[in-house]
């Protein structure tokens, strides 16, 4: 089970007065290898997952995709998973296609322990939907570590965010949609 959100709050208010906003999602996925007993592994494959994708963001409906995982075993990631979701986004219906693939690269040096987390989503562009495509680099600085805690739970570090046509909306010469954007944060990881 993984759980990410983010509460923010902005200098500039959106188009409908709000200066503040949330995202949260949810995504359980069920080990076909631990369900069975039969460990699916070969080489670079690691196990093959049922997957399910449940996002909410402030003032909006529920979203919800079903799909697969694929996870890898690949030397010098701790996890390397290539997801493919149906999307029944918040419109209420079955509508695109995404394939998400997320990563951890861990690494240190002399100034501590550090690790690269990112994801790249692409969504195909199905039934008159724009194709997505974004791409999200972290760097993750152990913090925790650093002050003397427990490692692996508080990190700091920076966040890059590149993407084309953000919320499946075209780009046009009148609305932009393609974006790039950067952040610093504090993120604590209970597990």
């Not at 909006?60 to 799909?67: I, M, P, R, V």
């Not at 692996?152 to 499946?168: A, S």
Request: aromatic share 22%; net charge neutral.
């Amino acid at each position: 089970m993984y759980v990410y959100s983010i509460w923010q709050n902005s200098l500039q208010r959106s188009y409908q007065g709000d200066k503040s906003t949330y995202y949260y999602k949810f995504v359980p996925r069920l080990s076909v290898s631990k369900m069975t007993g039969y460990d699916l592994s070969y080489g670079a494959f690691k196990d093959l997952l049922f997957a399910q994708w449940i996002a909410k963001t402030k003032n909006e409906k529920y979203d919800f995709f079903s799909g697969f995982s694929l996870d890898w075993q690949i030397p010098g990631f701790s996890w390397l998973r290539t997801l493919f979701y149906f999307e029944n986004n918040a419109k209420g219906n079955w509508n695109d296609q995404r394939i998400h693939i997320d990563y951890d690269i861990p690494f240190n040096n002399q100034f501590g322990d550090f690790r690269i987390v990112g994801t790249l989503d692409y969504t195909l562009g199905l039934h008159d939907n724009p194709e997505m495509l974004e791409f999200k680099p972290e760097l993750h600085y152990d913090l925790g570590k650093e002050l003397g805690y427990q490692p692996g739970h508080l990190w700091t570090g920076v966040v890059l965010n590149t993407t084309k046509n953000k919320y499946k909306i075209k780009d046009t010469p009148y609305y932009h949609a393609n974006q790039f954007s950067y952040g610093v944060f504090i993120r604590y990881s209970f597990f």
